[in-house]
């Protein structure tokens, strides 16, 4: 069955761990800047979103690949790519609408999220629960209950 | 180097030059970074009877090994110079993202020496560093500094700036980043505003590395399920914030009200964290890689008082609320808003103005020195008002920009002033809770929770209930919060931190970031060799153990209702204990022998 990275910006407090997670967990060292969540924050309205690659069922990137890179990988839920075939062009980055993409040259490498081989450690360490790894069925299942709750907190209000 | 990225950067700013030296590593593991290694390096450079606000003071924000990693709520950097509100050394932390991105662009610190000819703020793009002209943004507040920076830089940039507090030398004027973090009290920003230095803006895209990473990892998950699964670090302050703390210190008697003249406030449900949370919570904020997130963001739609940002603190709503008899939620926010766009501290200036109210309610001071506006307690207006003078450098806003101290000298009346080495006591009444008397009396930087904070134990009961109304072992408490603090800031964490974590848990994941063996010893070491340094600066400064005391109010005056009733603080039970304790002569000198023992 098929899993997706739900994201909930209503609980993030723009704190970065994932990004912090992410980078350490790939890279074994601490960089923002090349995590493949990125959080971005407004500080003012105290609003923070993350966003990362969505793994598209059609994705852009797949279908501009001239070598066929990057590719579909439905079993693990997942856009993946195949390092050896890549050839550093950047169609992928100009692709993506999500910029959930880019190509680092200095270690000539794809740099996208691979949702750690079906083990998120952003989801990991998030500590308000605003990554979840979830049965895309079931991803907007708490929303629906929120929406209950409040239904039902104001249908005891007018019934009682 | 891990943990470090041992390289300071120097700018001179009165030949407009910037040149980066490497950090030694004796001095690293010394003074670990942060509050030590600047305290450090200020006390090596800078001779302690100088004007603070002269070009001979010079500025150092500096980092932690910890920052930009993982570890749970670690993003503090310091800010430290001689302060000019109190005279002594002075070192301010805020969280947020800008200790973090110093590291990420390769920095452990940065000294800032002379004043620039015109304004100017720095601008670090990982290895490039510039000087440039800030003679735009001069009179800008906060917000819009760093809005401003942002779109002339680059729009992901941490921007640490002063406000037009800072700028006009308030004494109590912050460095703020984020727009909402603040460097308060003991008017680091006044320092930055007599050198012409605007802003610090930084975009770092490096990495930090530490020295184990498996080790890294599984001390930092430790130490997260640890603060997780405490009571107030994991859930009571992500819930209700700081703020919470007002109905807490007011059932025990401890919640100074109306310029310390009764420590009970009525209308303290009104201002607490519960009331906050239902009225005007946005919703949680954390800074860089917190865990706890204590934020508050906020909104107040109400006209009169409207605005959005961050806050108000348990420390913030106390000041601007029971401590000038002001039970309005959204003019104490507003306040608060006011502060943090003017870049100025809110526990001194909300302190100010209750004292103001104290000298106008006992006719030492009328309307005509405070330019028409009657100023009484539980007046939410007229609150609102002083911190726009203030802000704005306007009529008697120019007197209660130079702290409660001054201001009540100035009228013959510095007893009115509720302060310890002219800096404002927070939050706690010494007389509900003695423990912490003896902290504000010794505390290096004036009067200050943050220097040691026993309401931890003698309120909170973590890590273990200590009764509050004794003196008994009070003065070896005091220490052990003392140093352990000093260290705890030297490392880039968070004090909230230690609301799961302690020593031990702290020199472990220092010594995994750095490779540098830190037994909790060691660690408890590296804070009293601080805090020694920085009493040593003092005593050079000019002060003496005639200055380690309480206002004559919390010494003499008992508390008249409530849970306190009857009380005063009895330092004198617990001041000679401290000071052999610590190893200090009679009269509060550090001995030659305490100091060859800590390597100083």
């Given at each position: 069955m098929a899993k997706m990275l739900m994201i909930y910006p209503d609980r993030c407090t723009g704190c970065h761990d994932c990004e912090l997670a992410c980078s350490f967990f790939h890279d074994g060292e601490f960089r923002p800047h090349t995590s493949r969540i990125h959080v971005s924050s407004w500080e003012m309205e105290g609003f923070s979103m993350p966003t990362t690659c969505v793994q598209c069922e059609d994705a852009p990137c797949v279908a501009v690949c001239p070598t066929g890179a990057l590719y579909n990988d439905p079993g693990n839920s997942r856009v993946a790519w195949d390092e050896v075939k890549c050839i550093g062009c950047r169609m992928c980055t100009l692709a993506c609408p999500f910029g959930a993409v880019v190509f680092e040259t200095g270690k000539r490498r794809i740099i996208k999220c691979d949702l750690c081989d079906g083990s998120p450690e952003c989801v990991k360490i998030c500590p308000t629960c605003a990554l979840d790894y979830i049965e895309e069925t079931d991803a907007a299942k708490a929303r629906k209950k929120a929406i209950a709750i409040e239904f039902k907190k104001a249908f005891e209000e007018v019934a009682s | 180097m891990n943990g470090w990225t041992g390289t300071i950067v120097r700018v001179d700013l009165a030949a407009g030059t910037v040149k980066k030296e490497s950090l030694p590593a004796e001095l690293a593991r010394k003074f670990i970074g942060g509050r030590g290694l600047a305290s450090k390096i200020l006390c090596d450079e800078v001779d302690p009877t100088i004007d603070p606000l002269s070009p001979k003071n010079k500025l150092i924000f500096s980092t932690g090994p910890l920052n930009g990693t993982y570890a749970p709520s670690a993003s503090h950097y310091n800010v430290v110079a001689k302060g000019p509100l109190t005279g002594t050394i002075a070192a301010s932390s805020s969280g947020g993202m800008f200790g973090p991105m110093l590291k990420y662009a390769g920095y452990d610190a940065i000294i800032f020496e002379g004043k620039a000819k015109k304004p100017v703020y720095l601008w670090i793009k990982d290895d490039e560093i510039e000087l440039r002209s800030a003679e735009d943004l001069w009179g800008r507040n906060t917000v819009e500094t760093t809005e401003e920076i942002r779109l002339a830089t680059d729009d992901e940039a941490s921007v640490a700036c002063i406000g037009p507090g800072g700028e006009r030398l308030v004494l109590f004027a912050n460095v703020m980043n984020e727009c909402n973090r603040a460097a308060g009290r003991s008017g680091v920003g006044a320092v930055m505003g007599s050198k012409n230095l605007k802003a610090v803006a930084v975009r770092g895209t490096g990495a930090v590395r530490v020295s184990d990473n498996e080790a890294f990892r599984s001390a930092s998950q430790r130490a997260s399920t640890k603060i997780r699964e405490h009571a107030v670090g994991g859930k009571g302050l992500r819930t209700y914030g700081t703020d919470v703390l007002v109905n807490i210190l007011n059932e025990i008697g401890g919640l100074p009200t109306r310029n310390f003249r009764e420590s009970q406030f009525p209308g303290a449900d009104k201002v607490g964290g519960e009331s906050l949370t239902a009225r005007i919570l946005t919703r949680p904020r954390g800074c860089f890689s917190c865990i706890i997130s204590c934020g508050r963001a906020t909104r107040i739609k109400n006209p009169k008082f409207g605005g959005m940002g961050e806050g108000p603190e348990y420390e913030t709503a106390w000041a601007f609320g029971p401590d000038c008899g002001i039970d309005d939620l959204e003019a104490i926010t507003k306040a608060n808003y006011l502060c943090n766009e003017a870049g100025m501290d809110t526990i001194t200036m909300g302190s100010t103005i209750a004292c103001a109210m104290d000298l106008f309610e006992n006719g030492i001071i009328t309307t005509k020195d405070t330019d028409g506006v009657a100023l009484n307690f539980g007046d939410a207006e007229a609150m609102v008002e002083m911190v726009r003078k203030t802000a704005e450098g306007e009529g008697f806003g120019k007197k209660l920009a130079l702290g409660s101290y001054r201001l009540a000298e100035s009228y013959g009346h510095p007893e009115y002033s509720m302060s310890v080495k002219k800096q404002e006591m927070p939050a706690y009444d010494p007389r509900a809770v003695q423990g912490i008397g003896l902290n504000f009396a010794t505390s290096n930087r004036g009067a200050c929770h943050v220097r040691g904070y026993t309401i931890a134990p003698e309120v909170l009961g973590n890590p273990e209930k200590v009764d509050n109304m004794t003196t008994d072992g009070k003065a070896k408490l005091d220490i052990i919060f003392q140093d352990l603090t000093a260290a705890l800031d030297s490392t880039g964490a968070c004090l909230f931190a230690t609301f799961g974590i302690g020593g031990d848990d702290l020199a472990e994941l220092l010594s995994c970031a750095t490779g540098v063996s830190y037994s909790t010893e060691d660690f408890m070491k590296a804070g009293e060799r601080i805090w020694n340094l920085e009493r040593i600066f003092n005593l050079k400064a000019g002060f003496s153990a005639r200055d380690d005391t309480l206002p004559d109010r919390i010494l003499k005056d008992q508390v008249l209702k409530g849970p306190a009733k009857g009380q005063v603080n009895r330092l004198g039970d617990m001041l000679p204990e401290y000071y052999s304790l610590r190893g200090?002569?009679?009269?509060g000198v550090p001995t030659k022998e305490k100091l060859q023992e800590l390597g100083l």
């Open positions: - | 200090w002569d009679a009269s």
